[in-house]
């Protein structure tokens, strides 16, 4: 064999073998050199540049699941659902402008029908649930050519827990339908979707809930004139706020009757649940604060739509929360905006993709196209999967403490963050937990239980670097909605 050659083969082998060697020379020495010199680097710095210390966290929604929430979810029937919707678009049109003596056609007769089918929900609560009419005068305007008598109809379901009793959760759709013209009050307006869809939802969770118990009391409200301008949530809203009632939560259902869409997409398992971010009562003080702090994403109203979101997630799996970043939608309105617009935190549920044939317009085929709407384009099955979503967020929302009060960060300079808040008064609140998340995220991610304190410091997490907020926890093991902290000087 030739030299060269065989000097080849040496250098090959030479190169085996010492990637051999190598292989089985262990790298933890040189990690613990490392590790050391970066102690020592930090040591030197001082403890500002130091890794900030693992916080004991639990992901959300790792606490047990209540019992009777799981019942009331498993109960909701879509078979009564559209019982419901057929029985209101039997009265040929629910126009706020129509008749209201006619007991089958119009707007009085379907107030009558509604009132006597929570009246019957009502006998089976013990005693806890009061129906009322409540009516008033809308004088002219622009959608009510003369003066009428509108009636919002309200089931109150009292809470049991007295420190809890005058905390109030309400949700409502509205029972008014319109043709193309919102004061054509003699055409057909049949109003499946919009919105018999989301009357029968409430009055599905009326009589679901009725037969259970909760701390916090729930007002199942149907109301009229939404197609006039808002007019009955409106009214309701202002004596609301006339007579200080602590509504902690406004649901409005309003368009969650079909699955599929007017562009063609179907979607049987996911609901919009629209949250306002800047709060549309903000004055020019709360303003300045917010935009020198952030908190722009973190409203009462975002704040209900997450909890709404991580209690789907836990109780209706096969729904998807899609919360969107928006007071409704664009250019639109819906019920819960004059609870907004008097401080109240308030959400809207809305199908995932709406079908505009089969809404505000008189019932007839053109070019081949049906429009109008009509029951025949209802999921109930659908209607049903929202109706849950709503249940069980206002099931755990009454039955779980109020959210903290007076949440606040300190503001002194440090990399940690402190907080403070007030006393709960519910006897069996077993104490707080903070919650913290990136501030890119949408939800809260991490979650630490602190006792039943006043007032905790995160220790090496910096309020630049993340958004903190606190929560109230029972024996049971509900939580309240997240409180976002204001900022607070550290003598207080």
């Avoid at 047990?64 to 498993?74: D, T």
């Avoid at 989301?198 to 197609?227: H, P």
Wanted: hydrophobic share 35%.
């Amino acid at each position: 064999m030739p030299k060269s050659k065989l000097r080849t083969i040496d250098f090959v082998s030479a190169c085996l073998l010492l990637s051999i060697l190598l292989a089985m020379v262990p790298f933890a020495p040189a990690q613990q050199q490392v590790s050391k010199r970066t102690q020592s680097e930090q040591s030197s710095a001082g403890p500002a540049n130091r890794t900030p210390p693992r916080q004991r966290s639990t992901k959300r929604g790792t606490s047990p699941r209540n019992a009777q929430i799981s019942r009331i979810v498993a109960e909701i029937n879509p078979r009564n659902i559209e019982r419901t919707i057929l029985r209101l678009v039997s009265f040929g049109t629910r126009n706020t402008l129509s008749d209201q003596n006619d007991p089958n056609r119009g707007i009085g007769a379907a107030r009558d029908w509604i009132y006597s089918e929570f009246q019957k929900v009502a006998a089976e609560s013990d005693g806890r649930m009061v129906v009322e009419k409540q009516t008033f005068e809308q004088p002219k305007a622009a959608r009510v050519p003369q003066p009428t008598m509108l009636t919002n109809i309200v089931a109150t379901l009292k809470g049991t827990q007295p420190e809890s009793v005058n905390r109030v959760y309400v949700v409502s759709g509205h029972y008014d339908s319109m043709c193309t013209s919102p004061t054509d009050a003699r055409c057909d307006a049949p109003g499946a979707n919009d919105d018999a869809s989301g009357t029968a939802a409430v009055l599905e969770m009326a009589r679901v809930m009725a037969k259970y118990k909760f701390g916090a009391t729930i007002v199942f409200m149907t109301v009229a004139g939404e197609e006039q301008g808002l007019l009955g949530s409106t009214y309701f809203a202002e004596t609301a706020k006339k007579n200080n009632l602590d509504i902690e939560a406004m649901f409005t259902n309003d368009i969650i009757g079909s699955s599929l869409g007017g562009n063609g997409v179907r979607d049987p398992h996911s609901v919009r649940v629209f949250a306002e971010g800047v709060p549309s009562n903000e004055t020019q003080a709360e303003a300045t604060t917010r935009r020198s702090v952030g908190g722009e994403n973190d409203s009462a109203s975002r704040q209900l739509a997450r909890f709404i979101k991580q209690t789907s997630e836990r109780y209706v799996p096969s729904m998807k929360v899609s919360m969107i970043y928006r007071r409704d939608r664009y250019g639109r309105g819906g019920d819960h905006i004059p609870f907004l617009e008097r401080g109240y935190a308030a959400v809207r549920f809305t199908e995932p993709n709406e079908n505009y044939h089969h809404q505000h317009q008189n019932v007839r085929i053109e070019n081949g196209i049906q429009y109008g709407d009509l029951p025949q384009f209802d999921d109930f099955n659908y209607i049903a999967s929202v109706t849950r979503v709503n249940a069980a967020a206002l099931a755990a929302l009454a039955s779980a403490p109020a959210r903290p009060k007076h949440v606040g960060v300190m503001t002194g300079l440090s990399n940690d963050t402190e907080l403070k808040w007030d006393a709960n008064k519910e006897p069996d609140l077993v104490g707080y937990e903070i919650v913290w998340r990136d501030t890119t995220a949408a939800t809260w991610t991490n979650s630490r239980a602190v006792g039943n304190v006043l007032n905790f410091t995160m220790k090496g997490m910096s309020k630049d670097n993340y958004f903190f907020g606190v929560r109230a926890v029972d024996k049971d093991g509900n939580r309240s909605p997240v409180s976002y902290p204001l900022p607070r000087p550290p003598r207080q």
